[in-house]
């Protein structure tokens, strides 16, 4: 009997990576292990379920160090580790650090492991102009050509990137908190 895949979901038990994970373990085939990646660990629960092993991960994707280890042995990654801020809480340093150096922290893991197939999930670009007048940083061009080297990089990566974008529903909660209310 061959031995099952190894998956990574960094933001693992956000809102998009936890039902990832949860996916996963419901219905994924030939699984033998999920590294559930996250800054916080929240209350998710390790489902335990048709013998995958979810092993739960305090991490951070700008640590090169940590994220060659979570990465080595893996056969697919799932990047949807991420900031979105759209009341001004966090510094645009702390956004780009996180959406860009650590995608491309990340990318750079998934090259030196040799790992197969990475699939990314990107934040918005601006959902909202914020208005108290702090200065515009154009995160696009530079977003835009990591996700490119990524596509592009087809000797050891994919040939497609799936990008899910605007994602809400149950669960999202967590994520939001007080900012916003699920309805049904």
Same mark, same amino acid.
């Given at each position: ?10 933001? #693992?038990? /956000?809102?998009? #990576? ?9 219905? #994924? ?11 916080k660990l929240r209350s998710y629960k390790s489902p335990e379920r048709k013998g ?11 640590d090169m160090a940590q994220m060659t280890e979570v990465c080595a042995g893996a ?57 108290? /007048? ?19 990089? &087809?000797?050891? /990566?994919?040939?497609?990137?799936? &990008? ?21």
């Amino acid at each position: 009997m061959t031995a099952g895949l190894t998956y990574v979901v960094t933001g #693992g038990c /956000g809102f998009l #990576g936890s039902h990832i994970v949860d996916m996963l373990v419901e219905r #994924g085939k030939n699984i033998s292990e999920i590294r559930v990646v996250d800054t916080k660990l929240r209350s998710y629960k390790s489902p335990e379920r048709k013998g995958v092993k979810v092993k739960r991960i305090r991490g951070d994707v700008t640590d090169m160090a940590q994220m060659t280890e979570v990465c080595a042995g893996a056969d697919v990654v799932i990047h949807t580790a991420s900031l979105i801020d759209i009341i001004g809480l966090v510094s645009y340093t702390t956004l780009w650090d996180v959406n860009v150096k650590g995608t491309e922290t990340l990318l750079q893991c998934c090259l030196n492991e040799d790992v197969p197939c990475f699939v990314y999930t990107s934040t918005l670009g601006r959902p909202w102009a914020r208005t108290v /007048g702090a200065t515009q940083w154009k995160m696009g061009t530079r977003a835009r050509r990591t996700t490119a080297r990524a596509h592009c990089c &087809r000797t050891t /990566g994919p040939r497609r990137l799936p &990008r899910p974008w605007c994602c809400s529903g149950t669960g999202g909660e967590q994520t939001a908190g007080k900012l916003c209310t699920h309805v049904p």
